[in-house]
């Protein structure tokens, strides 16, 4: 299984970015899959996620700016990132999971990707 994470970039504050994440090696028709970040010196925390069924979840730091959807017979992911700020700086990370409360909580998740960075300058 691979996911590639790509499309990652230098942008300015305000500007938009739009990351994706190729899943491959089996079938993901059933796996939630989402996106979560990591600032240097803290902690990675989640991003947004979008299950199977359609399910879609934000964190509150991202509500009304970023916008998860899913492709490709339901193994691509795409993270479209509005009105970007400083603080979205990190590299994010494509995660995949056949339990979506496992892959919100981050924790046992089944397979991550490699990581694409974003930064935002000021």
């Known amino acids: 299984v691979q996911l590639q994470a790509s499309g990652g970039g230098l942008v300015q504050t305000g500007d938009s970015l739009r990351v994706s994440c190729a899943a491959s090696?089996?079938?993901?028709?059933?796996?939630?899959m989402g996106w979560f970040r990591q600032a240097p010196g803290k902690e990675r925390e989640f991003v947004a996620a979008?299950?199977?069924?359609?399910?879609?979840y934000y964190a509150d730091s991202v509500k009304g700016r970023f916008t998860i959807s899913r492709a490709n017979a339901k193994s691509t992911i795409y993270l479209q990132m509005n009105s970007l700020k400083p603080e979205d700086t990190a590299v994010y990370y494509c995660a995949v999971d056949p339990d979506l409360s496992t892959l919100r909580a981050g924790i046992g998740v089944k397979y991550w990707g490699q990581g694409t960075q974003v930064t935002v300058s000021s």
């Open positions: 979008i299950n199977w069924n359609g399910g879609i």
């Open positions: 090696g089996r079938s993901f028709t059933y796996f939630g």
